[in-house]
């Protein structure tokens, strides 16, 4: 029995070593293999393109005639080229837009990166603390079996009653389950995973958070910071720029569009060539396109001031969840410590001096207190990661 008991003991201080990725490898594996990402990036090339082609010029037009008369007055042929400009302020201004739309695209990007690596980051997080519970369960399902094989043995050489045995094994096969529904639940975390990097396998059997560890003192000073680095605000502010510019092009566009171009007009005796000179005066949709636009921008301040509201908000209740999360993570970390009495236990037990049925309870009790524990910091590091999300 105190073989037993020694083997038991130098099981609870090994710790499990896992192959593992640290949770920044993970995050750079998915930004590079992710195919949301890989399709937005596409679309942001898209949107800058066609921002690019707002400022070329209109396509020049050609016209050619050919008309025929009486026998007496023979054919005519008439050949028009045109190109039509915008005046020089106006194509300032969609240069402006163009290169504005690009970043709108660009901050797009940002957003879709953000929630992407933020789900990741989170699913990674649950794994750490999986992994954990996996790590405790093996150690816990290795002294089962070994109280269970210790007990059949008592009980052949009369030392112990069926009874004894019956409780390790029931003992046993709870803590197998408690390891096999954790399994299932670290697979299917890993398979989010895999989701995310675009099919490919990620090994993480991480056992820590590798993360930083800090929550910032001063909320007002620190949510300074975030709003100027938050790409969703930057989203929805670059869109009311946008919007003003697009406003002042369409006021702007109420200015006649000229035309030059070159037109010849031969006949049976007669050849005219000369310079065409064209106007084109928008007077029933100026005013239709500016009202759309005022509407327009309208909306997107609208947008704008809800979303730095909704940031402010969730911030800040972000904010206070993490603080006392933190605090109460390393309240019970600190008290699972000063009362972690398993060796104790099984020195007991081996002496006689407890009985299956304590031992196994207050081994019980202590996991129990250990995966609250682990569920306080997987909680804790949930609220952290969303607290600074804006920073991914």
Not at 152 to 181: F, P
Not at 187 to 199: A, P, V
Not at 326 to 346: P, V, Y
């Amino acid at each position: 029995m105190k073989s037993i008991i020694s083997v038991i003991i130098a099981i609870q201080g090994t710790i499990f070593s896992f192959g593992q990725n640290s949770i920044n490898q993970v995050l750079a594996q998915i930004e590079r293999n992710n195919p949301e990402l890989k399709a937005v990036a596409a679309e942001v090339e898209a949107e800058r393109l066609a921002g690019k082609a707002e400022t070329l010029l209109a396509n020049p037009e050609v016209e050619f005639n050919y008309l025929w008369g009486a026998e007496n007055i023979g054919s005519r042929h008439d050949l028009r080229v045109s190109q039509a400009f915008d005046i020089p302020t106006i194509t300032g201004m969609k240069a402006g837009m163009a290169e504005g739309m690009g970043e709108l695209a660009s901050l797009k990007y940002k957003t879709e990166r953000q929630a992407v690596l933020l789900e990741a980051k989170q699913a990674c997080i649950d794994l750490v603390y999986c992994n954990a519970i996996l790590a405790e369960l093996r150690t816990h399902l290795t002294q089962s079996n070994s109280l269970v094989s210790s007990y059949e043995k008592r009980m052949k050489a009369g030392e112990s009653t069926v009874l004894d045995l019956n409780k390790a094994r029931i003992h046993l096969t709870t803590v197998q389950g408690k390891a096999n529904r954790a399994e299932v639940e670290r697979q299917t975390l890993l398979s989010t995973l895999r989701s995310l990097n675009g099919g490919r396998e990620i090994d993480f059997d991480a056992l820590t958070y590798d993360l930083e560890d800090s929550i910032p003192g001063d909320f007002e000073t620190w949510f300074d910071e975030a709003s100027q680095d938050s790409p969703l605000l930057a989203y929805v502010r670059k869109q009311v720029e946008l919007e003003n510019r697009q406003l002042a092009i369409d006021k702007a566009s109420r200015l006649p569009e000229l035309a030059v171009g070159y037109m010849s007009e031969i006949r049976t005796q007669e050849k005219f060539r000369g310079v065409t000179i064209g106007v084109n005066i928008p007077l029933w949709s100026a005013g239709n396109k500016i009202r759309q636009s005022q509407a327009r921008l309208t909306a997107a301040k609208e947008r704008r001031n809800y979303a730095e509201q909704k940031f402010f908000s969730d911030l800040r209740n972000q904010y206070t969840k993490a603080y006392s999360m933190k605090d109460n993570s390393e309240m019970m970390r600190s008290s699972l410590k000063e009362t972690d009495s398993r060796e104790f236990l099984l020195f007991a037990l081996s002496k006689g001096e407890i009985s299956m049925i304590d031992y196994l309870v207050e081994i019980d009790l202590y996991f129990e207190a250990l995966e609250a524990t682990l569920e306080a910091e997987r909680d804790y590091r949930h609220a952290l990661a969303s607290l600074t999300a804006y920073s991914l």
